[in-house]
């Protein structure tokens, strides 16, 4: 498994980003941890809503929005529950298992992937420190 890390402008930047490619039926919304409805019943702007609730709580963070990607060998069959399964690890293991995020099941590419995104900042308005995240905490879980 391969992850790339990324850090966008903004959370709604990911969240379009995502939800563009399940509109052109090249991806599809397959797990959200930490919201208040089943991921079919979530819609555009509740996702986003619940994400800039959390991050208003720090107006002083620069960074408050975070885009995961990973990435399996181009042989592996991995079903939906198995890959929700794997975001829900490998969050947990890199210390954002608390955060809320959704797990997009992305079909544009030859090999299986999937996209994750979330913000760093908690409940207590506290941000999760990005700091070396792919070095450290991401290469364990991996």
């Known amino acids: 498994m391969v992850a790339k890390i990324t850090v966008p402008i903004t959370i709604k930047r990911a969240l379009n980003y995502n939800e563009q490619k399940v509109q052109k039926g090249m991806a599809e919304c397959i797990y959200a941890k930490g919201f208040l409805k089943e991921v079919a019943q979530l819609n555009f702007y509740e996702k986003l809503n619940h994400f800039e609730r959390l991050i208003s709580l720090n107006k002083r963070a620069a960074t408050n ?35 809320p995020y959704l797990v ?14 979330t913000t760093n900042i908690q409940n207590n308005g506290k941000r999760i420190s990005l700091h070396n995240l792919g070095r450290n905490e991401s290469t364990q879980a991996r």
């Open 104 to 117: 997009y099941q992305h079909f544009d590419a030859g090999h299986p992937h999937i996209h994750i995104v």
């Open 65 to 99: 929005a975070v885009h995961f990607s990973l990435n399996f060998a181009l042989n592996e069959k991995i079903s939906r529950e198995k890959l929700a399964e794997i975001a829900s690890v490998y969050m947990e293991k890199i210390g954002f298992g608390k955060q």
